[in-house]
């Protein structure tokens, strides 16, 4: 049983580097899943051949992995051992497609021999449909939520990331896009970010404060009232920031129902309000002070002709002391935080002087490349996922237990540390695990909406003025009972012609083949030996001699409510 | 303690037990049988019921008014049942009830950003990056959870809620979020908990080569969640939930609609109600939210339509109810917010985030209540010269004093640092007696 999950060896940083400047196949929106995949799956393995050259000195990854590895010396710890390919394809997969790989996928490559199989299926990947599903769901959550916000089309919202992750446009333009957006909601689907930030009548005080943490990383919402206790921040800095978003207007247009005769709401959009000179604010003595748009020394004219989002814009790109613009270095946090669960800082949202990242050097260096790279966000996904650190296993050793970021200790990546799934990943994998997604699972529209449905019940808005949310889907009692009872996970562990347990059953193969079945497309692993004969003891007992059937059927709702099928290693 | 209960003690060798009894004996017989084991719940158990008001209530037009000041705003005090207490007109019911209420009118806490707020007011700790502190009802869980043997549900129980998290007291002590009707979603059926048993032995098998590998606390963690689930969706504490059910083992009554009525027909009147039968089955924590107090425009109509109609109607009930129970001295109540708002009425006729000077609602619990504690200056921007300032740990302190919690605990972070209960806070002396 062991034979397929021998470790593959690595084969970075070789061939990794030079592969970065390759063109990937843009990838065509088309719910259809299979043939495009396999296309894809072609493109890349035909570009890989192209690209076997040697390493280059001094490569991002090799500093990458040289700086990680000087960490582990220093603190006297050894890293785990390098990740199985079992291991490791799940991980890819959730990381970058959003679920896990179905029964095929992952015996594909579990049987490939090929030293380059691993980078060969992250361009694969990249190359997915699924690849840009899951990106669009992270930054339209990041951008508006999960739940819904009053006036404010999701939809809207999704189709711009989709567009922009399908075509692969740098991160400078998405973010410049967003932050200078204006128009209707469903036309321009980039003002929603706008719309959802204001919900309330504040001036733009939530949208600068959502701006400036989440596409430039700085906390500085609480010089809101006061000076930043700990850094050189100052009050003024908060309203200096939000001067430049007091031109955006929203605007909630109503219609006619013709059946009711009432009016209901119709679309809304962004528009351009005139604003012009100082915005004023109340220091805590209650002396009024002004402040003008200025961001990191630049000064923009605050006189009525200026499109003030719009220089916010130009700005955002601009170098700041010869070190990357902050949106560099916040994506680059983030999504380093994506794939080890931990970023540089912690939150991953308040850099700056006062919070030290844990890896200063790996933060510049990555965030310097980015930016040389144009922004190009899949080039950033193949460094990260080239690195040692991500390729290691995410069981601990002797060595590195004190290696902990959950016991509050510096991160230092010598194992993958454990990550809950999110609930569309969660969702989204069951879906693949029960063949859902072969027996027409609709279009990309009805998909989501059914996925939108079924998270509402995990949602709990709190109705201020930040918008702000929460999941009770983070390993609680709602989760478990809705892993154990719900709808989904009765209709994944289905034995209706079309099921995966039907298919599976009805296949020719002895009771072991079956059982390894079920535990590749759940676990994305072989049983080892005693797992086989412990489950096949429990098929045959007494419960189960009367239905087989009851019995497989149980064997796959326990291997999909296991701890390891719901966290991510 | 019913069978359920041994889920986690002795795991494997009471679900095999499990699966062979589910084939052999009538299922009905067998699961009656066990939820007939119940014990009846002990008397005198402590309980806290926190009422949560989301967004940050403006408590300067609640329970602190400054008719005299240009900040004073649209309404005027009335007198309570406590001699020198005045509270809002529009909580007239309330105001009836202040024997056994007490207010803070001197808290002053900094954090006036919601997240920070929140966290602060429930942890009573600032938010720190390396560590998740326990929000309080976690606190309670892991302190009194353990002595409840009857309890079968979570110890801490959040009505509408979701943001607090257990931290590194660990996810068995996360609240158990249920929206105001009660209902729980994904319960089983009936058959489905026969065939649940089978499944689960199945579980126990598969996931302990994966719980025995070197990866931390996060797969025992998922063990401990799915045991308190399995407790939860066997027992007939559960009816506690259903305002409409009625369970006599357990003291509770299908609640009548002029119960209802009393408690008020909204989301925040049904969660008090919920809590009360809650307390009655022995959970030692509920949180009970209300939200929409985050009035940066139009407070005062909001106010005097929508939020404090319902406030004090909930508030007035759950007292009187307590009371007539007989539970009220084992109950401390609290009341509040993230901060509270600005004095400063602002040019949309609304308050905006205000920390540095607000008010808290305790009672019950056998509290010297009928008292207002502290206070503000004439225009309420500050605490009044010679009054004392609390803080949130000051606010918890008092609560475990009153729940017989000792105030000197100190728990552990994962990192092995000495973490005080409510960061040190000290019993607010006029309250304690």
Redesign the interface.
């Known amino acids: 049983m062991q034979s397929t999950s021998e470790k593959t060896k690595l084969i970075r940083p070789s061939n990794w580097v030079v592969c970065f400047g390759m063109t990937v196949a843009v990838c065509s929106w088309n719910p259809a899943a299979g043939a495009e995949n396999k296309a894809a799956e072609k493109t890349s393995s035909s570009a890989a051949t192209d690209a076997e050259k040697p390493a280059t000195e001094g490569s991002i990854v090799e500093f990458i992995d040289q700086q990680l590895r000087q960490g582990w010396v220093d603190n006297e710890i050894q890293p785990s051992e390098a990740a199985t390919d079992e291991e490791w394809i799940r991980r890819i997969y959730l990381d970058l497609c959003g679920r896990i790989p179905t029964l095929e996928e992952a015996n594909g490559f579990l049987k490939d021999e090929s030293p380059r199989k691993r980078f060969v299926l992250i361009e694969t990947l990249l190359a997915h449909e699924d690849y840009v599903r899951n990106f669009t769901t992270i930054w339209t959550n990041n951008s508006i939520g999960r739940g819904a916000p009053r006036r404010v089309s999701r939809t809207g919202m999704e189709k711009f990331y989709r567009e922009a992750f399908a075509k692969e446009r740098p991160w400078n333009e998405i973010v410049v896009d967003i932050v200078t957006a204006s128009g209707h909601y469903e036309e321009n689907g980039a003002v929603n970010y706008t719309l959802a930030q204001m919900q309330m009548p504040d001036d733009g005080v939530q949208l600068t404060a959502m701006t400036t943490r989440l596409f430039l990383g700085l906390q500085v919402q609480c010089t809101q009232c006061h000076n930043h206790p700990f850094n050189k921040w100052q009050q003024d800095q908060f309203w200096e920031y939000n001067s430049f978003f007091r031109q955006v207007r929203k605007e909630d247009h109503r219609k006619l129902d013709p059946n009711t005769g009432r009016m209901v709401d119709d679309y809304s959009e962004v528009t351009w309000q005139d604003f012009s000179g100082p915005v004023y604010y109340e220091k805590r003595s209650g002396v009024m002070q002004v402040a003008f748009p200025r961001f990191e020394g630049h000064e923009v004219d605050p006189g009525a002709d200026t499109d003030r989002r719009i220089e916010f814009g130009k700005l955002l790109t601009e170098s700041i002391d010869g070190q990357p613009p902050h949106i560099a270095q916040a994506m680059v946090n983030r999504m380093w935080s994506h794939f080890f669960g931990y970023g540089f800082t912690r939150p991953v949202d308040d850099m700056g002087p006062h919070n030290p990242a844990s890896h200063p050097e790996l933060l510049l260096r990555l965030s310097q490349e980015f930016v040389a790279s144009g922004y190009n966000i899949k080039q950033l996904i193949r460094t990260i996922c080239a690195t040692e650190a991500y390729g290691l296993g995410s069981q601990f050793n002797d060595k590195n237990k004190t290696d902990d970021p959950a016991a509050g200790e510096m991160p230092l990546f010598s194992h993958l540390y454990l990550k809950s799934m999110q609930a569309e990943q969660m969702y989204d994998s069951l879906i693949v695990a029960s063949n859902a997604h072969q027996s027409g699972r609709g279009g990309w529209s009805a998909q989501e909406e059914q996925r939108q449905k079924w998270m509402q019940q995990f949602v709990v808005a709190f109705e201020n003025d930040e918008n702000d949310e929460s999941t009770t889907f983070n390993g609680t009692i709602p989760q478990a009972l809705m892993m154990m009872n719900s709808e989904l996970i009765d209709k994944a562990c289905s034995i209706e012609r079309g099921s995966f347990l039907f298919e599976t059953m009805s296949k020719p193969g002895s009771e072991p083949q079956k059982i390894q079945d079920l535990y590749l497309a759940a676990l994305s692993r072989h049983p080892t030996r005693s797992e086989i004969s412990k489950v096949q003891k429990m098929l045959n007992a007494n419960s189960y001699r009367t239905n087989k059937l009851n019995g497989y059927q149980d064997l796959f709702w326990a291997l999909l409510n296991s701890n390891e099928f719901v966290l991510i290693h | 303690m019913s069978l359920w209960n041994n889920y986690g003690m002795n795991r494997r060798h009471f679900m095999q037990h499990m699966?062979?009894a589910?084939?052999t004996i009538p299922a009905m017989n067998f699961l009656s049988h066990v939820q007939a084991n119940a014990d009846v719940v002990k008397a005198n158990q402590k309980s806290c019921i926190l009422m949560w008001m989301?967004?940050?209530p403006p408590t300067i037009d609640i329970w602190d008014l400054k008719p005299e000041s240009k900040n004073g705003g649209e309404f005027k005090p009335i007198d309570t049942a406590a001699s020198g207490v005045q509270i809002s007109e529009h909580m007239p019911e309330t105001a009836k009830m202040f024997q056994d209420l007490s207010l803070v009118r001197s808290m002053s806490t900094r954090e006036?950003?919601?997240?920070?707020g929140r966290y602060y007011m429930q942890t009573a700790y600032v938010p720190n990056?390396?560590?998740v502190h326990p929000t309080f009802g976690s606190v309670v869980s892991y302190e009194l959870g353990k002595n409840r043997t009857a309890l079968e549900i979570?110890a801490f129980v959040s009505v509408?809620?979701?943001?607090g998290q257990a931290g590194f007291l660990g996810?068995t002590h996360?609240p158990?979020?249920v929206d105001n009707t009660g209902r729980?979603?994904?319960?089983?059926t009936e058959e489905?908990k026969i065939?649940?048993a089978?499944?689960?032995?199945?579980?126990a098998?598969?996931?302990s080569?994966?719980?025995a590998?070197?990866?931390?606390?996060?797969?025992g963690?998922?063990?401990d969640?799915?045991r308190?689930?399995v407790n939860?969706?066997t027992s007939k504490q559960m009816t506690a939930f259903d305002a409409a059910k009625a369970e006599a083992s357990l003291g509770l009554e299908a609640e009548s609609e002029a119960t209802k009525e009393a408690y008020g027909k909204n989301g925040f009147g049904q969660g008090l109600l919920m809590a009360r039968r809650l307390v009655q089955v022995g959970v030692p924590f509920v949180e009970v939210n209300m939200?929409?107090?985050?009035l940066?425009?139009g407070v005062f109509d909001t106010l005097k339509n929508q939020r404090l109609p319902q406030l004090d109607k909930g508030i007035a009930a759950i007292t009187a109810d307590l009371k007539q129970r007989g539970m009220l001295d084992n109950t401390v109540l609290v009341w509040m917010g993230e901060f509270g708002r600005t004095p400063r009425i602002n040019q949309?006729v609304g308050r905006d985030?205000w920390a540095a000077s607000w008010s808290v609602m305790m009672g019950g619990g056998g509290l010297k209540n009928g008292q207002a504690v502290g206070a503000t200056d004439k225009d309420g921007l500050q605490i009044a010269d010679g009054s004392k300032a609390y803080l949130p740990g000051d606010i918890w302190a008092t609560v475990a004093m009153a729940m017989g919690i000792p105030v000197n605990t100190v728990h552990t972070?994962?990192?092995g640092?000495p973490m005080k209960l409510a960061n040190g806070g000290t019993p607010i002396q006029e309250l304690i007696g």
């Open positions: 699966a062979t589910a084939a989301g967004g940050g006036a950003d919601h997240g920070r990056p390396t560590v979570p509408d809620g979701g943001a996810m996360a158990f979020v729980i979603r994904n319960a089983p489905g065939r649940l089978d499944r689960l032995t199945m579980l098998e598969i996931e080569s994966f719980m590998s070197r990866r931390g606390e996060l797969p963690a998922h063990k969640v799915y308190n689930a939860l969706m939200g929409g107090w985050d940066h425009a949309d985030h972070s994962k990192r640092r």
